[in-house]
């Protein structure tokens, strides 16, 4: 019992507010306990931490509310500049009281400030979704995806843990925007890290293939840097196309980085097994067209680009490659069948026309569908067709 009570005297006495932590405790400034907190952190115990987070966010919450009056109050007198001003110094406070907010909660053992935080900074974690918005929409990437990631990241943050999340809506639309932000913001990490809460969310299934080009950009972006390697891309592509075997992109991605790496045969097998489980598949045809074009197997490509355009007409790409392989295909026919004096045999004519009028045809199609260029470029390859025409003699 003695031994007890001594414990428990000593637990008591650790958990004092020390001296420094009383003083900032009559503190007014947010900047000013800030400045407190670096000078004396390092001399601070968790509850000292506590205490003083706990302190920066009543702070922030007072910045915040003080920001917007003065907001509403530059509304009503149609001065657009400062109320931007104002909008902009709330969400500040706002993001700040929440990163206070995630520090207390982190030191504070005994729970002593959670409930209470939890409670007060629900609604200004809401109000960080239209603060991202915001920024977004000037452009202002970084910090829209600090606003945005604030809403993300606390939703599963312990400061939240008996926090009711079933009625939320969008949440997973609402991290698709802030992987978004962190790619035009160039933050890499961040964007992989709201691309995979954006597909594990009940969303999942409406944003997948909006967040799957985002996070393929972002590692391409990586990869291009060195950030990662080819061996780790190429891992991470092959998790996505586990869990989303159906997406077109993840799917074209990963058959270009095995046939990129070398690795030849397992791209022909993800191909064959594709294949096998949807002879019409748009993207595999589109793929085996290719490579059989890289092989100048040009019937054989000429099948696959057919199936794949049988599945989507306006697939451009799919559709120039096949008026190339028929304009390669006729040009091989005549080099084979011409002699020393540069005269073709006349059987092989009708058959050599045949393919440079389908080329035409097609070629024309594509100019039809794309007349300024801004898909592919179907000019050279055109004019090769109409100048073979005029001259095949």
Request: hydrophobic share 40%; glycine share 4%.
């Amino acid at each position: 019992m003695v031994m007890a009570a001594a414990l428990t005297m000593a637990l008591a006495a650790n958990a004092q507010t020390s001296p420094e932590a009383k003083a900032i405790k009559k503190m007014k400034s947010y900047a000013e306990v800030q400045e407190a907190l670096k000078a004396n952190e390092a001399n601070f115990g968790n509850d000292d931490k506590a205490f003083v987070y706990n302190k920066l966010v009543d702070l922030a919450i007072s910045e915040s509310e003080k920001a917007e009056k003065a907001s509403i109050e530059a509304q009503l007198a149609n001065n657009e500049q400062l109320q931007q001003e104002m909008s902009l110094a709330k969400n500040t406070a706002g993001l700040n009281a929440i990163e206070n907010a995630l520090k207390c909660n982190a030191v504070d053992a005994a729970g002593k400030f959670r409930k209470k935080n939890a409670s007060r900074l629900m609604t200004i974690r809401n109000s960080m979704v239209q603060a991202g918005l915001d920024r977004y929409n000037t452009k202002d990437y970084a910090n829209a995806t600090k606003y945005f990631g604030a809403f993300v990241e606390t939703r599963h943050d312990a400061l939240f843990a008996e926090a009711d999340f079933s009625t939320e809506q969008n949440f997973g639309q609402i991290a698709y925007y802030a992987a978004l932000a962190a790619y035009f913001g160039k933050n890499m990490a961040k964007c992989n890290e709201y691309s995979d809460i954006a597909l594990k969310s009940q969303e999942r299934d409406s944003v997948a293939n909006d967040v799957i080009v985002v996070k393929l950009g972002a590692l391409e972006e990586q990869a291009k840097t060195a950030a990662i390697d080819t061996v780790t891309f190429t891992k991470i592509v092959k998790e996505v196309y586990d869990q989303f075997p159906d997406n077109e992109n993840v799917f074209g991605k990963l058959v270009a980085l095995y046939d990129e790496s070398g690795k030849k045969d397992l791209a022909a097998a993800l191909l064959s097994d594709r294949i096998a489980k949807n002879p019409n598949d748009v993207m595999a045809n589109a793929y085996m067209g290719q490579n059989a074009q890289n092989e100048l197997k040009y019937d054989e490509a000429i099948t696959a680009y057919t199936r794949a355009l049988q599945g989507r007409p306006d697939f451009l790409v799919a559709k120039l490659n096949l008026g190339v392989c028929y304009l390669n295909k006729a040009v091989g026919i005549v080099e084979k069948n011409t002699d020393a004096r540069g005269v073709m045999k006349p059987e092989v004519k009708p058959e050599v026309m045949e393919n440079l009028n389908q080329a035409k045809k097609v070629l024309e199609e594509v100019k039809a569908a794309d007349p300024d260029k801004t898909q592919v470029n179907w000019a050279y390859p055109l004019e090769r067709v109409n100048y073979a025409i005029e001259n095949v003699q």
